[in-house]
């Protein structure tokens, strides 16, 4: 009998130690915003390979680290130890998923290119709350859209919110190119254009963008040789 218990408790704690190693992690954003002009020091990645980062994207003096993490907590309180002289913002919980799970083509990539950029919400809260309430019905009220990553090859495509700004990121076939995706999704699809049309009314460029200009890139930094 005792034995038979020893086994089951076993068993028990394999299935378990299973499970939390199949436990999927939850895609985040980490933004650090370095003082202007100053050195930015991307050594302290290389002690985060165990924090499910998979991109380290830089524009200006704004770096971003997506990662697909269990424990999102301890990589934000892991950065802000590393940048305590850095303002830190956490892209948590995304408030549009695409995947392509509802694509008539469900096929996914192997890997993937994560396309990142950013912009702003423009002030007016009620408009804040009208861009929110487009996306939370895009999928019934504007299929055409979703429709249109799908023709394009998007493996996901994913909008957080902080405060207000965004972050979204486009995930692609690795080695694909966005330039030649992207116009696919409007290609015998006017509604896209419609719904791009209709987003323009919300969105702002972030502090130091040029006038006129709206979402930036963020860029590979050094190949994510940090990551690897």
Not at 100 to 111: E, F, L, N, T, Y
Not at 128 to 140: D, G, I, P, S, V
Not at 174 to 181: I, N, P, V
Request: hydrophobic content about 40%; overall charge positive.
């Amino acid at each position: 009998m005792l034995k038979k218990m020893r086994w089951k408790l076993f068993l028990l704690l394999v299935l378990a130690a299973m499970n939390a190693h199949a436990q999927p992690g939850k895609p985040v954003i980490v933004e650090i915003i370095a003082p202007k002009n100053a050195d930015f020091k991307f050594g302290a990645f290389a002690d985060m390979k165990d924090y499910g980062i998979t991109d380290i994207k830089q524009w200006e003096n704004r770096v971003v680290v997506y990662a697909n993490t269990t424990n999102p907590r301890q990589l934000i309180g892991r950065i802000k130890e590393d940048y305590p002289g850095d303002s830190v913002v956490f892209f948590e919980n995304p408030f549009y998923n695409f995947n392509r799970k509802i694509c008539s083509d469900k096929g996914v990539a192997k890997q993937w290119d994560n396309i990142i950029l950013t912009a702003n919400l423009v002030k007016d809260p009620k408009l804040q709350q009208e861009y929110l309430n487009y996306h939370a019905t895009q999928f019934q009220k504007w299929p055409q859209v979703s429709q249109g990553f799908c023709n394009a090859g998007f493996q996901q495509l994913l909008v957080f919110k902080s405060g207000r700004q965004l972050m979204l990121v486009i995930s692609i076939p690795k080695g694909a190119s966005l330039d030649k995706l992207n116009p696919l999704t409007t290609k015998n699809n006017p509604r896209v254009n419609d719904w791009n049309n209709i987003m323009k009314k919300y969105q702002q460029g972030i502090e130091g963008t040029n006038k006129g200009e709206v979402w930036v890139f963020f860029k590979n930094v050094a190949d994510n040789k940090f990551i690897e």
